[in-house]
């Protein structure tokens, strides 16, 4: 059984660019989640994706945005960085329909925005 | 809103000793009730989850966690701590499908 994975690991970027996060689900999993996670906070959640399609959202603004494709992957996408969008972006899968509370989380992509 | 609060930001343990990690949340219902564990740098990791029935449930790694309706509380213990379990745990609720509500977390130390 393959997990979470998440790419890339590390990443630097200057205010006012954009960036795009990737995540592919644990197999079997239909769902993907991200959260956002501060220094010295628990994870913010983003939104969540089942079918392709917004599942529910969190309280962060348009430029937050994300995609699922077929195969279940999905990517975050961020535009017009913050410096305050520094923070480790997590990506959960889950089963919908079926225990779809619990989320499976994969190990994170840090973002640094100067 | 639902919340969840964990009073303890840091919390030092001995090698050997019990512990018991405290977590309370708000929330009209019983909601689904997750612990998870971070190590530093990393993702997180489930460590035991409360739906309902037994309100004792048994974890991951030698670790169990009590719901108790009463005092909106979900405390995870461990009778005997181990350098390896230092990391930050995380409470976690679930008030709806979609989505899981975090605490702020609790720094565990483990000396020796």
């Known amino acids: 059984e393959t997990g979470v994975t998440q790419s890339p690991t590390h990443l630097i970027k200057t205010r006012g660019q954009q960036v795009t996060l990737r995540c592919s689900s644990q197999?079997?999993?239909?769902?993907v989640s991200w959260y956002q996670q501060a220094l010295g906070q628990g994870p913010q959640f983003i939104f969540q994706?089942?079918?392709?399609?917004?599942?529910g959202r969190g309280n962060f603004p348009p430029r937050f945005s994300g995609l699922q494709f077929p195969n279940y992957s999905s990517e975050l996408n961020v535009n017009a960085l913050e410096l305050d969008d520094s923070a480790l972006y997590l990506c959960?899968?889950?089963?919908?329909?079926?225990?779809?509370?619990?989320?499976?989380f994969g190990p994170g992509t840090r973002l640094l925005v100067l | 809103a639902q919340s969840v609060t964990q009073p303890d930001i840091h919390i030092t343990v001995s090698e050997g000793a019990s512990l018991e990690l405290r977590c309370n949340y708000s929330?009209?219902?019983?909601?689904?009730l997750f612990w998870y564990v971070q190590s530093p740098g990393q993702g997180l990791q489930l460590l035991l989850k409360?739906?309902?029935?037994?309100?004792l449930v048994q974890g991951i790694k030698g670790f169990e966690a009590e719901f108790k309706r009463s005092q909106s509380s979900f405390n995870l213990r461990k009778p005997s701590v181990h350098w390896s379990d230092a990391a930050e745990y995380f409470c976690?609720?679930?008030?709806?499908?979609?989505?899981?509500?975090f605490g702020a977390g609790t720094i565990l130390r483990v000396k020796s």
């Open positions: 976690a609720v679930a008030p709806y499908g979609n989505k899981l509500v």
């Open positions: 929330y009209g219902a019983t909601p689904y």
């Open positions: 959960a899968s889950s089963l919908f329909g079926l225990d779809q509370e619990t989320q499976y």
């Open positions: 197999s079997g999993h239909n769902t």
């Open positions: 994706y089942y079918r392709e399609e917004e599942n």
């Open positions: 409360y739906f309902s029935g037994d309100t």
